[in-house]
C-alpha cells in the first residue's frame, strides 16, 4: 500500500494486524474532511446526461443533517460512457 495525499503507507499484511480490526475510535477534536472539485470537468462534453445526481444525502440511524455520511453530492453520468462509482 503506497502513500499518497489521502493516507500513509502500510505493509502488505496490514490486514494480519491488531489494529486493523480492532481500530481506536476518533478522537474527541477530531475535524471532518472537506474535499474540493479538483475531479470535476471542466470540459465540454457533447453526450446527453443519462442520470444526474442532485444534492445527494445519506445519513445513518438518528444522525443530524451536519453528522450525514455524505452531504450535497451531485454528478452526472453520460450516455456512451462508463461509470463506476465504488
Partial sequence: VLPSEWGVSLPPWFCCLPSFWCPRPPSEDAQPREFD???EITE?????????VRNLEKR????S???????????????????ALL
Avoid at 465540454?44 to 444526474?52: D, M, P, R
Avoid at 455524505?70 to 461509470?83: A, E, H, S, T
Fill in 60 to 63: 445513518f440511524g438518528t444522525q
Fill in 65 to 83: 443533517a451536519e453528522e450525514a455520511a455524505v452531504r450535497g453530492i451531485n454528478l452526472d453520468m453520460y450516455q456512451g460512457q462508463i461509470f
Fill in 44 to 52: 465540454n462534453i457533447e453526450a446527453q446526461v443519462g442520470v444526474a
Fill in 37 to 39: 472539485d479538483r475531479y
